[in-house]
């Protein structure tokens, strides 16, 4: 079965930067995308970024640009987000999800999400 | 730059009842719109996918329809289990920033 495994929750001051990992088994990695999401308390999910997970191919939103970044190991089919210049508004929830294309409109929705990594920005 | 809203905020139903929550698009966004049940602490799970297709394993007594700009989610004989939150979302813009609605809470009546 399908599964994103996401590295342990991270306490972090202001200015610090974050590395969250995620590791997918059930499927074979290179076949699907992998995007990021975070959700602050109370909020509705925010989508940070996405990488091509056969080329390497990257896409950040620009509320991020410049602070995010996202890579992928392929031998380890696992993704990887980094944050920097953390500030408190950056306290979430931090979830990597599998993207799926619809066949019927070729646009692509999130199928898998890992169980989430809570990151907490805190001096 | 296409924005999500639903309604109501907040949903108050008893077990059995029927539930019908509403996600509207301030643009036309075809089929593409999924729809998330999310509980406490744990990540959004899939339930439908093209406006009104169930994902793998999800009950019938969830159902999805619409198109264009109006979605609703109507969920029949609501179990203890499906008191949540349930999040649209489109997929029709790339890359999809701002692409979830802010969510209906099911709570119990």
């Known amino acids: 079965q399908v599964q994103l495994l996401q590295s342990g929750a991270e306490v972090k001051e202001p200015g610090a930067s974050v590395k969250v990992s995620c590791k997918a088994s059930?499927?074979?990695?290179?076949?699907?995308?992998i995007h990021w999401v975070r959700q602050a308390p109370g909020q509705r999910p925010e989508w940070m970024g996405w990488?091509?997970?056969?080329?390497?191919?990257?896409r950040y939103s620009q509320k991020f640009q410049g602070r995010v970044t996202i890579a992928r190991d392929t031998s380890a089919s696992t993704a990887h987000l980094e944050l920097s210049s953390l500030r408190s508004e950056d306290t979430a929830v931090y979830y990597c999800?599998?993207?799926?294309?619809?066949?019927?409109?070729?646009?692509?929705?999130?199928?898998?999400w890992g169980q989430g990594t809570l990151v907490t920005v805190s001096s | 730059e296409i924005v999500m809203t639903q309604s109501p905020a907040t949903l108050s139903v008893s077990p059995g009842e029927r539930a019908t929550l509403s996600c509207r698009a301030s643009?036309?966004?075809?089929?593409?719109v999924a729809w998330y049940q999310q509980k406490p602490g744990q990540a959004p799970r899939l339930l439908i996918y093209?406006?009104?297709t169930r994902a793998t394993g999800i009950p019938a007594r969830f159902s999805g329809s619409g198109s264009g700009t109006e979605f609703t989610l109507t969920i029949t004989s609501l179990q203890s289990e499906d008191f949540a939150v349930y999040y649209c979302?489109?997929?029709?813009?790339?890359?999809?920033?701002?692409?979830f609605g802010p969510g209906t809470k099911v709570d119990i009546k």
């Open positions: 999800a599998r993207d799926r294309k619809d066949v019927l409109t070729g646009s692509y929705y999130f199928d898998y």
């Open positions: 059930g499927y074979t990695f290179t076949t699907s995308a």
């Open positions: 990488i091509s997970t056969d080329l390497g191919n990257t």
């Open positions: 643009q036309s966004v075809s089929t593409n």
């Open positions: 093209g406006a009104s």
């Open positions: 979302q489109q997929y029709s813009t790339w890359p999809p920033e701002e692409a």
